[in-house]
């Protein structure tokens, strides 16, 4: 059945090249936040200033994945399901995120003195009610990127990307360097995310029009909020644990500094005489700001390998916003087989591009550690190794759960994200009660988050082999298993430091995997020929 196959010329020049495009995009993005991530610590000159940051950022960021994902997906699906509804959907996704998108961000800056409270930390507020102005721009924003992919005008959904990645980094960046410090870095971005929204409305009006068509705003509420909803619970996922890190470690960390020995060795590890504060008496307070700023120094630590560990992630988004309206076509269309074909392929290159990825960032972790953040930052290299193979789970869940949204099930994703998280809190909330105030603290973390999202992999892999009948190959799976874990190793015992440790490592361990699949036959001929359709220039199809 020609329908079927997932390769057929259309979808498959259309949903390579959006990826093609959408990836060059995010792989701007990933360059552009590498160059903060590796700025900020450095600008800062200081692990407890870029725990702060990190902290608050991780936050915010929960809540703008939940406007972006939410509005994008449900404003997308309405525009790709037929034809003229585009400035409906563009109209009702704008006065749908008023009462959303503006409430929220207004109750974020309400709020940020008990939110820095809950974290155990007062000197977060600022910084989070100047952050709460970016749940606000990307809320509206988000209405223009699902118009245009809805479109599947990927090119303007890549430019609006690298737009405002630049913007991003600049005024980041920049503030920092002038002297605004942390709070510098969230007025930056908050100034980018306005900028580009202001870019969006002039670019991304739609193109399809017709007066009769009315779109109701309680459709479109009905889709994005359980979108949104389980779009919190994922991100809690990605971002819950630096959060948890800094609130349950202050006590035991207090504990610990109350004691002869700890505050000895504090005068050691965070220098609580540059913070102004006397040993002498060890004065509640005086205990209280350095388990603060202690907790800091870890959430510094963990946020600078998590930012690493996230690159695999970020690699393969492209894919969800390729294949969302793909498969909302499908099933709306009620075909079956070629919905299995989608969550098959797409699976299996999703997994393909994140292990290729992921081996090199294995073999090289420890080099690329202390070239990008120092050797005071070295005592994260296990962490980093534990959230590299927990981010290949979260992906692959990540994935499915698009899936599962784009056919019209996003209650269904919800109650899977809501068991996840469940499990998730469970086993960060033990790790922290069972691991030790200092190092053993990251490494419990990144392990607790490893078993969460294993087992949200196999639960979404469950109910997708029950509806459509299709999830990962296991030859597919096997064969990375087998080809990746002797190259890490044989990448890690080489005797290599620096910026040529990381480059030959990483080399080695990728390109290795690479040619094993080549040799073994799991990129095929076949994939070579698709991949090649893909290229093939076609100027008669738009701007896709």
């Avoid at 959303?100 to 207004?106: D, E, K, T």
């Avoid at 591009?353 to 960032?361: E, N, R």
């Avoid at 992999?457 to 509806?467: A, N, Q």
């Amino acid at each position: 059945m020609a329908s079927a196959r997932f390769d057929r010329q259309d979808d498959a020049r259309v949903a390579g090249r959006g990826f093609l495009l959408i990836t060059a995009a995010k792989v701007y993005f990933m360059a552009a936040g590498a160059i903060i991530s590796l700025g900020l610590p450095r600008l800062f000159g200081d692990r407890a200033m870029f725990g702060d940051f990190s902290v608050v950022n991780g936050g915010i960021s929960i809540l703008n994945m939940v406007m972006i994902a939410g509005t994008i997906q449900a404003v997308s699906k309405l525009v790709s399901e037929r034809e003229g509804v585009t400035w409906a959907a563009r109209r009702a996704g704008l006065i749908a995120q008023c009462g959303v998108g503006l409430p929220l961000a207004g109750l974020v800056f309400a709020f940020a003195g008990p939110i820095a409270g809950a974290l155990r930390d007062p000197g977060l507020a600022p910084y989070i009610r100047v952050a709460s102005l970016i749940v606000l721009f990307y809320s509206f924003y988000a209405v223009f990127v699902g118009v245009v992919n809805g479109e599947k005008r990927f090119r303007t959904q890549a430019a609006l990307d690298i737009s405002f990645s630049t913007l991003k980094a600049f005024a980041m960046l920049g503030l920092v360097i002038l002297g605004f410090g942390v709070l510098g870095a969230f007025a930056g971005f908050a100034a980018a995310a306005f900028a580009v929204l202001l870019v969006a409305v002039v670019v991304a009006r739609g193109s399809q029009y017709r007066q009769e068509i009315r779109v109701p705003v309680k459709r479109i509420l009905w889709f994005m909020l359980p979108v949104m909803f389980y779009t919190l619970l994922v991100n809690l996922m990605l971002q819950g644990d630096r959060l948890l890190l800094k609130a349950l470690k202050f006590e035991p960390l207090r504990d610990h500094f109350a004691s002869t020995f700890g505050l000895f060795q504090a005068g050691l590890l965070v220098a609580p005489g540059g913070l102004g504060l006397p040993l002498e008496g060890a004065a509640d307070e005086v205990i209280g700001v350095l388990a603060a700023h202690a907790t800091s120094g870890l959430s510094g630590i963990y946020g600078a390998v998590k930012n690493i560990a996230t690159l695999p992630y970020q690699g393969i988004i492209a894919i969800t916003f390729v294949i969302f309206p793909l498969i909302s076509r499908s099933t709306f269309e009620q075909d079956g087989a070629r919905t299995a074909a989608y969550v098959r392929e797409t699976f299996r290159y999703a997994l393909i591009l994140l292990a290729l990825i992921v081996v090199g960032l294995l073999g090289a972790s420890r080099e690329l550690i202390e070239l990008l953040f120092g050797a005071s930052y070295l005592c994260g290299d296990t962490t980093l190794s534990l959230l590299l193979l927990a981010i290949v789970g979260f992906s692959m869940f990540y994935v499915g759960n698009i899936m599962l949204t784009g056919a019209g099930r996003p209650m269904l994703a919800a109650s899977l994200g809501c068991v996840t998280v469940a499990v998730y809190v469970v086993l960060l909330v033990a790790a922290q009660q069972l691991s030790g105030p200092w190092r053993g603290a990251l490494e419990a973390t990144a392990l607790s988050t490893l078993g969460a999202m294993t087992f949200g992999l196999l639960l979404v892999g469950l109910v997708l082999r029950h509806l459509f009948r299709a999830f990962v190959p296991l030859g597919t799976v096997l064969r990375l298993i087998l080809l990746a874990a002797p190259l890490w190793w044989i990448a890690r015992e080489l005797p290599v430091q620096g910026i040529a440790g990381v480059l030959l490592k990483g080399g080695l361990a990728s390109g290795g995997l690479a040619l094993g699949l080549l040799l073994t036959g799991e990129l095929s001929a076949e994939d070579r020929a698709r991949l090649r359709r893909v290229l093939k220039r076609d100027t008669g199809r738009g701007e896709s």
